[in-house]
C-alpha cells in the first residue's frame, strides 16, 4: 500500500480510568476515529461510549456506586505552512518581553 500525507488523519483521545476500566483503548479509538472519518458524528460516538460504561459500572456495583466517567476528543488539520511561521515568530517575540537578555538598557535596572 502506498501512502501519502493526504491519507494521514490524525486525532487525539483522552479518557477518564471509569471509561478505561470498562472500555479498552482499541475500542474507544476505534469508534472515535470512525465518528472523524464522518461515519458518525464525534458527539454521537463520545455520548455511545460513556452510556456504554456507564452501564457496565451500574450492572457490576447495582447502582451503588459508579467512576467518573468522560471522554475528551480533537481531530488535529492542516495548518499553512506559512501561518505556522507567523505564529512562531510572533511567540518568540512574545517570550523576550521582560527577559533580561531583552536588549533593554542594563543601567536603568540598576535604578530600580
Known sequence: ???TADDIELFRVSMTDGMADYLGVEEVAASMANAFLG???????????VQK???MWNRDHHNSY???IAIAACKFTEVEADSRNDNENN?????????????SDD?????L
Open 91 to 103: 511567540d518568540n517575540n512574545d517570550n523576550n518581553v521582560g527577559n533580561d537578555n531583552d536588549g
Open 53 to 55: 460504561a456507564a452501564s
Open 39 to 49: 461515519l458518525r458524528h464525534p458527539h454521537v460516538a463520545a455520548q455511545d461510549l
Open 107 to 111: 543601567a536603568s535596572k540598576d535604578e
Open 66 to 68: 459508579r467512576d467518573d
Open 1 to 3: 500500500l502506498d501512502f
